[in-house]
């Protein structure tokens, strides 16, 4: 059964901590993503990218980092974590040459303290 | 303005109820649309796509109107299962074919 595996369900963390969250597919997509989705706000997209070691700024890109060394995993990074990041981390991922037929990880909820 | 609107219910129906859901969008030259199922605390995922001709799957028809900028989706004869929230998704090229989301339309089917 082809996936997106996020590596925490929940995460805790302090202000000031560095986070990293993790992303793995193993549909050998090309182009990956992470959202985050808030109450009243919907999902915004916070970096993407189309192919390894290359990134792009999404909508929200303020306060966070990737990276991406390998096709299947990309991962997002809180440099200083802040309480206005505390929320839902989404990951997805689609074939290359499309971006219509996202496929979503379960998600990380983030509650930065 | 949003660029892609929902309202965000919820919308309490009945079982058996027929009940639609209406997103509008701003940019006019969007030109993929989509509609994604979120259950809640899960992972959306993709419910179908929304086609110029209009399209049907079993209870769930979609439905686009270039001319007044919305899409629509309609759920016939409800099923307490349908209960999740609803997220109308658009692609325009001048986004580099990034998907908006809106906040998504939250269906609770009673029975």
């Known amino acids: 059964d082809v996936k997106v595996t996020q590596s925490s369900r929940y995460l805790v963390k302090r202000t000031g901590e560095k986070v990293f969250l993790e992303c793995v597919q193993d549909?050998?997509?090309?182009?990956m993503f992470w959202y985050r989705q808030d109450p009243g706000l919907g999902l915004r997209l916070i970096y993407f990218s189309y192919d390894v070691k290359m990134k792009e700024k999404g909508d929200i890109p303020e306060g966070y980092s990737v990276s991406r060394e390998k096709k299947e995993r990309f991962s997002l990074i809180l440099e200083s974590a802040s309480t206005n990041q505390t929320s839902m981390y989404l990951c997805a991922s689609s074939p290359g040459g499309t971006n219509e037929k996202l496929l979503f990880g379960s998600g990380t909820q983030l509650s930065v303290l | 303005r949003k660029e892609v609107e929902q309202d965000p219910g919820p919308f309490n129906v009945p079982e058996g109820a027929t009940v639609a859901f209406n997103c509008t969008y701003s940019?006019?030259?969007?030109?993929?649309f989509f509609w994604y199922r979120q259950d809640c605390r899960k992972e959306p995922k993709l419910l179908m796509s929304?086609?110029?001709s209009g399209n049907e799957d079993g209870r769930f028809t979609a439905q686009l109107n270039r001319a007044s900028q919305y899409i629509s989706l309609l759920i016939r004869d409800s099923k307490l299962s349908d209960s999740a929230t609803y997220l109308c998704?658009?692609?325009?090229?001048?986004?580099?074919?990034?998907?908006?989301f809106g906040g998504g339309t939250r269906l609770m089917v009673k029975p």
């Open positions: 549909m050998d997509h090309e182009n």
């Open positions: 940019n006019s030259a969007s030109q993929s």
């Open positions: 929304v086609y110029s």
């Open positions: 998704v658009v692609i325009h090229n001048n986004a580099g074919n990034m998907l908006t």
